[in-house]
């Protein structure tokens, strides 16, 4: 039993001598830290380096191989002093300011500040850092003049950081911020600039004074014409606005006006409907008045008189069939007497011409006609006397005149002209 207690006693002091041998081979890196891992070898790039690097967390050291050193990230505040450093122009300045710097925590550049500053202290490395922000400053200084410098410090902060920017990258180091705090010059370059400015100042606040009067006396003028403007524009508004009520008001009437000579006009067209509405009954009334007492009885007569018209032409159309009846048989007549037939016809004619002329000549009183032809006729026929007497007769016997008693007749005078009937009684 004493043999199992010290076997277990022995594992334990193995077991916390393991421990404690990993306690010792265990770091923890902080976040503004970088730890070193010096032993074993690296390639970065195109070169090797003999080391690993440990940015925050944790990481073990290899025992017996590797060695394990530490640099510190924070900023390191570096005032900066530069006495009696001339110038552009030969004017010599001085000038004080300070800078933050910090160790770079990427690579390539933490490599150089490892191989750099691995084993300095903080101090050294501030050190080396601030001789070479002067240097720089100087070098900065001698390209400017002192009114460049005293009027645009940024400029010349940023000038000294890009001229110490290759510088600390070299050096594995990054400016995070430089501002330049005093610039004295003991010839009293800057105040003799500095009234020269404080001159100028006065005379131009003195100007700027005289312009702001000048100005303010044109804006309170352009203010009052402004005013007069809008008092004009105001007065020349309600104008429009008078106006423009005026010529509403009197649109309004206008409307007014039209509307009740139109009512007045649409009364009398509805008054001239009527009365002609009534006039068209008053015509209709008198159109069927005159059917009644005018048109009626006119056509009543007029049939009357078409039917006496009718009854009247009766007798005159059978005395015309007669007539006809009459010339029909003449005409036979005529075709059958031949050549005799023509000279009936021209004593039938010359009745009316023997009228015309005894009518013109002086009463004669005619006892006797007699026909005398000298010229016989061929074959013992009869001459025109005898003809006449033959024609005489026909004519009497076709048509029951005497020729010869017609002649005597025409003779008579008008008192003496009885008709053979007359004479009988």
Request: aromatic fraction near 4%; include cysteine.
């Amino acid at each position: 039993m004493t043999w199992l207690w010290f076997v277990v006693g022995i594992l334990l002091t193995f077991a916390g001598l393991f421990l404690l041998s990993l306690k010792a081979l265990l770091y923890i890196c902080q976040p503004n830290q970088v730890l070193i891992f010096s032993g074993t070898s690296r390639r970065v790039g195109d070169r090797r380096v003999g080391y690993r690097i440990l940015k925050g967390g944790m990481g073990w050291r290899r025992p017996f191989i590797e060695r394990v050193d530490s640099l510190d990230l924070t900023n390191m505040i570096i005032e900066l002093g530069a006495h009696g450093a001339y110038s552009k122009g030969g004017v010599p300045l001085n000038v004080q300011g300070v800078a933050n710097v910090k160790i770079a925590s990427h690579e390539p550049v933490l490599n150089n500040a490892i191989e750099r500053f691995l084993g300095k202290t903080r101090v050294e490395i501030m050190a080396i850092a601030k001789a070479t922000l002067e240097g720089s400053l100087r070098g900065v200084l001698a390209t400017m003049t002192p009114e460049e410098i005293n009027s645009d410090r940024n400029l010349l902060d940023e000038r000294i950081v890009q001229e110490v920017e290759a510088d600390m990258t070299s050096l594995g180091l990054i400016v995070d911020t430089l501002k330049i705090q005093n610039i004295t010059d003991d010839v009293k370059y800057l105040d003799s600039i500095g009234r020269i400015r404080n001159a100028e100042l006065l005379s131009a606040a003195r100007v700027a004074e005289a312009t702001a009067r000048a100005d303010a006396i044109v804006r309170a003028a352009e203010n009052r014409e402004q005013e007069m403007q809008a008092k004009i524009q105001a007065e020349t508004t309600v104008s429009k606005a008078d106006a423009e009520k005026r010529l509403r008001d009197a649109q309004t009437r206008m409307s007014a006006l039209i509307a009740e000579e139109q009512a007045a006009v649409a009364a009398l067209v509805a008054q001239a409907k009527a009365e002609l509405d009534v006039q068209r009954a008053r015509i209709e009334q008198v159109r069927r008045k005159l059917e009644a007492d005018v048109v009626a009885p006119a056509q009543a007569e007029c049939e009357t008189l078409e039917q006496q018209a009718a009854a009247a032409v009766a007798p005159i159309v059978e005395e015309g069939k007669a007539k006809a009846e009459a010339l029909k048989k003449l005409a036979a007549s005529w075709s059958a007497a031949g050549d005799q037939a023509r000279q009936i016809f021209l004593l039938q004619k010359l009745e009316p011409i023997i009228r015309q002329l005894t009518e013109t000549i002086a009463e004669t009183k005619i006892e006797r006609v007699t026909v005398i032809d000298n010229r016989a006729t061929a074959g013992g026929s009869l001459g025109n006397p005898a003809r006449l007497l033959a024609l005489s007769e026909q004519i009497k016997e076709v048509f029951g005149v005497d020729v010869v008693e017609k002649l005597q007749a025409i003779g008579r005078r008008p008192e003496d002209r009885r008709s053979p009937a007359e004479e009988e009684a």
